[in-house]
């Protein structure tokens, strides 16, 4: 990805008649949602294999170069949904990455679903509301057939408290549905 950016930079740098200028810093990441956490490497020649014979002769030549992982498994729920300046669509990507695959517990405080969508609702952007949509093909694809249907009738139950966000998540849903039955 690193190098694709970097060639798309340079591309862009010399249509515009500019000569070579160095390449800007990329800071790579890896944003984890893996059950149980992040087990892999922090550093690219980590993933490279050298036998021992090799390893002295070949590494110094192999680019190296850290990237930091963000592991939502290891978030608490302060951490990924208070402390992070983001905005709250982006707060309900992280918290259903992180937490979708335990459909039981995610239904248990799918309040937090809809509170999420009231704010998504509230800023008003279309780009957030496809991003929406896209959250709840993950949730269909992710929950268990059983925590799929109780977060129907949770957002029907969510709809005097939140009805903004119920709606959404309602729509979402319907599209869903409309789409499976294609």
């Known amino acids: 990805y690193m190098v694709d950016a970097w060639a798309r930079w340079e591309k862009h740098t ?79 990507v992280l918290w259903i990455l992180r937490d979708a695959r335990d459909g039981d517990g995610f239904v248990q405080h799918a309040e937090r679903l809809f509170a999420l969508l009231e704010a998504v609702v509230d800023r008003g952007h279309a780009l957030d509301l496809d991003l929406v949509d896209d959250a709840f093909l993950y949730l269909r694809i992710v929950l268990p057939e059983s925590a799929a249907a109780d977060l129907t009738a949770l957002a029907r139950a969510a709809a005097p408290a939140y009805p903004r966000g119920a709606h959404v998540a309602m729509n979402s849903l319907q599209k869903l549905y409309e789409q499976g039955r294609q």
């Open 14 to 92: 010399r249509k515009r008649g500019g000569k070579r200028p160095p390449l800007p810093p990329i800071l790579p990441v890896v944003l984890s949602h893996a059950p149980g956490g992040w087990r892999g490497p922090a550093r690219l020649v980590e993933l490279c294999r050298f036998s021992d014979a090799d390893r002295d002769l070949f590494a110094p030549f192999v680019p190296d170069f850290r990237y930091f992982v963000d592991d939502l498994a290891k978030a608490s729920q302060l951490e990924l949904l208070a402390d992070r300046d983001l905005e709250p669509a982006a707060r309900l």
